[in-house]
């Protein structure tokens, strides 16, 4: 491997300070949206994990569930959340959706599915900061099919669908929320539970709970991996399996005013840039070239398309759909993409 | 359930989600003297020696053809239970969010732990309490307030609603969490299981004047119920089985007296409803029902003083003192109790 320092290339190893900034930089260098993103999922991760610190008075619970300054907020015990997937679930198990929640699941739903679209993955979700950590940050146009960026076909599409289809089936089968309880997403917001029975010994199982959850969020975090390193799929968990993120995908990316835009379509060189450093291989180039927003139902809203591109034709923002046909502008090259075998 | 069974049996123990954390079906252990020589004379000649697989143990005086039957420690007869009020379709609202643990932790009393992959894969990430010794619950409701499904109910709310209904009472409200026990269908609702004392092992019921479960049980006097005789403030938790398996009781099953209780191990144990109504039916394992246990007690003590005298003094206070032990602390007032403990074992 060779490196590039002042427009020469070295022909030498870079060395391991160089290589250790070369990674917190990122390749293209990361910006504000990769930076703030981190930011604040590292935040609520520590504030989910030390939560007994403050007595939960910032946040309490997990991402399953959870309630924001107790006893703080005019008019309300608290602001309640809770996590839409889990209500399905929890409603699909009792045959009857829980009105108890539904104030919780408001929040929620107007959050996520009527504002942000699928930004509960990019930005809040620990498990895509778990992910990031050992995946590659770019790939190659020739990298294998279900690596490299590209539109999704009928069948991938369908198969997270699926997937979120049996675990309700499996949630009426079991009499109990199916992925919910076993999902990695909040367990991993869980750690306070074994910090907690570590530090105040509370009855029993600390470790059994700490393995327990270990176990849940290694078992995501592997299958992840040998995705992406044995198979050739990149972020399996988060395409396929998890239907936490994915129902937000499916509905709320369609029509969510939170999305990344196509601003200046006429600037787009086609360099592909964007394409490979997006997380989910996403062929943006595609929506580029047809002049539409990026309704994509993998999009996790994290803004790395529009941070790398040197053009700044994508922008991380606010707008609200536009009328059926028309569109941002732009021309449409039929079968560019598959220059790149 | 049908297909979580098997995977959850691979699992280890704990499908059953009361199981009792005991080894066996024997809930009760034997006064065994084999080892201790003095003691096996002594008994010996007072005629209560009998063969218990191979081993010698003492005799019960109230069924002279039975091993007198100590309920074992508590750590050796715990249950798991759910926190209060849990609703009938428990884990299908659970979703496992961990809201209920955090909330009894911040109220600083830790009864409630989540459970681990070794209580089985139904119960996994559920609320348990299975601590009563040394995290009894409170009954402060908090858990029921935050539960976002309902999957523990909100009693207490509801108990405040009527109670205000009632007594038309305005403004701030002076409700405690006692105001359940106005309600039987809530009190059914928020029961986790019910309190059964020993009265071999009760301190009370062997001549002495406890009532330390009583003191620390919310309900008082409502639940428990005192009979004050020469042989001791007889104590017992008010629960009536009927002939349907249903059981009549204020008691909810806290764990408040079990953790109260100065016995080393407890004489009071909080079990489940259907392990309490078998117990309950054959006490023991002497074919005698609970009440007509306590009936035979006390008839002996009203007509029979040698026996009496024998199971509580001879029998029961030397178990209890010497191998079970008694905590001083946990006795707060009796100064009779105290000085009678003499120079005997304290843990
Ligand atoms: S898909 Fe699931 S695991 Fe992946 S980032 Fe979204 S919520 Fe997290
Ligand atoms: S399309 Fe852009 S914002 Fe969406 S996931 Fe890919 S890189 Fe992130
Ligand atoms: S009612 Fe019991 S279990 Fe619930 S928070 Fe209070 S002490 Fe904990
Ligand atoms: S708060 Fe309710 S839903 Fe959450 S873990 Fe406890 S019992 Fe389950
Ligand atoms: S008798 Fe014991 S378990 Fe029952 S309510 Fe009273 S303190 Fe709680």
């Not at chain 1, 869980?190 to 849940?216: D, E, F, H």
Request: hydrophobic letters at 40%.
């Amino acid at each position: 491997m060779s490196s590039t320092r002042g427009g020469r290339r070295t022909g030498r190893k870079p060395g391991i300070a160089r290589r250790i900034k070369l990674w917190v930089r990122g390749t293209p260098p990361r910006r504000k949206y990769t930076w703030a993103r981190r930011a604040l999922q590292l935040v609520l991760l520590l504030l989910f994990s030390f939560q007994f610190l403050v007595s939960g008075v910032i946040i309490k619970g997990s991402l399953a569930s959870s309630r924001l300054f107790e006893g703080h907020v005019p008019g309300l015990s608290a602001i309640e959340m809770m996590d839409f997937f889990a209500w399905l679930e929890q409603a699909a198990a009792t045959h009857s959706p829980s009105a108890v929640s539904i104030i919780a699941v408001a929040v929620v739903f107007i959050l996520y599915m009527l504002l942000l679209g699928r930004f509960f993955c990019g930005w809040v979700c620990p498990m895509d900061l778990l992910f990031s950590l050992f995946e590659r940050k770019f790939t190659r146009m020739n990298a294998p099919p279900l690596t490299r960026p590209h539109h999704y076909g009928r069948v991938e599409g369908i198969i997270p669908l699926l997937l979120m289809l049996v675990y309700l089936a499996l949630s009426v089968i079991l009499g109990q929320p199916f992925f919910t309880s076993i999902s990695p997403v909040a367990s991993t917001t869980k750690l306070a539970a074994i910090i907690q029975g570590i530090i105040y010994n509370i009855p029993g199982a600390a470790v059994g709970l700490a393995l327990s959850w270990a176990t849940l969020t290694g078992i995501a975090l592997f299958v992840n991996i040998i995705a992406e390193y044995v198979f050739g799929v990149k972020r399996l968990w988060c395409r396929f399996i998890c239907p936490i993120g994915n129902i937000y995908g499916f509905i709320a990316n369609r029509y969510s005013p939170l999305r990344v835009k196509v601003v200046h379509p006429e600037k787009c060189v086609k360099c592909n840039v964007c394409s490979m450093a997006c997380p989910m291989s996403i062929d943006l180039v595609y929506y580029i070239a047809n002049g539409r927003d990026i309704k994509d139902y993998r999009c996790l809203h994290c803004g790395r398309c529009a941070e790398v591109c040197p053009y700044g034709v994508l922008s991380l923002g606010f707008r609200l759909p536009k009328p059926a046909g028309q569109k941002t502008g732009g021309v449409r090259e039929e079968g560019y993409w598959l220059e790149h075998p | 359930m049908a297909l979580a069974a098997p995977v959850a049996h691979m699992l280890g123990e704990g499908q059953d989600e009361n199981a009792s954390w005991g080894r066996g079906e024997d809930y009760y252990e034997y006064f065994i003297v084999d080892n201790d020589k003095e003691k096996l004379e002594y008994y010996e000649a007072l005629g209560v020696i009998l063969e218990y697989n191979g081993r010698k143990c003492v005799a019960n005086p109230l069924v002279p053809d039975k091993c007198i039957a100590y309920t074992k420690r508590y750590e050796e007869d715990r249950f798991r239970f759910k926190p209060p009020a849990a609703s009938p379709d428990f884990y299908s609202r659970c979703i496992r969010c961990g809201l209920c643990y955090f909330q009894c932790h911040y109220m600083g009393y830790n009864a409630i732990r989540l459970a681990s992959l070794r209580d089985g894969l139904k119960a996994f990430g559920t609320p348990i309490i299975d601590d009563h010794i040394r995290h009894p619950c409170t009954l402060c409701m908090e858990c029921t307030r935050v539960c976002p499904t309902g999957a523990l109910e909100r009693v207490l709310e509801e108990a405040k609603e009527r109670a205000r209904k009632k007594e038309r009472k305005q403004g701030k409200e002076t409700f405690d969490r006692t105001i359940i026990a106005n309600y039987p269908d809530l009190v059914k609702k928020t029961r986790m299981g019910v309190a059964l004392i020993d009265p071999d092992l009760c301190w009370a019921w062997n001549s002495g004047d406890c009532k330390s479960c009583a003191k620390a049980c919310p309900f008082g006097a409502e639940v428990f119920d005192f009979l004050f005789t020469p042989w001791g403030v007889h104590t017992r938790v008010k629960a009536v089985v009927r002939d349907d398996g249903t059981i009549e009781t204020k008691c909810v099953g806290c764990g408040l007296c079990v953790a109260a209780c100065p016995v080393v191990g407890s004489a009071i144990h909080v079990l489940p409803e259907e392990e309490f109504v078998r117990r309950y039916r054959n006490f023991k394992n002497t074919g005698m029902s609970y009440e007509e246990y306590l009936k035979k007690i006390l008839d002996v003590e009203d007509h029979d003083p040698f026996k009496a005298v024998l199971r509580a003094m001879e029998i029961n206070n030397v178990f209890l003192l010497d191998i079970r032990g008694i905590k001083k602390e946990k006795i707060k007032t009796e100064l009779a109790a105290e000085r009678s403990l003499g120079e005997s074992k304290t843990t």
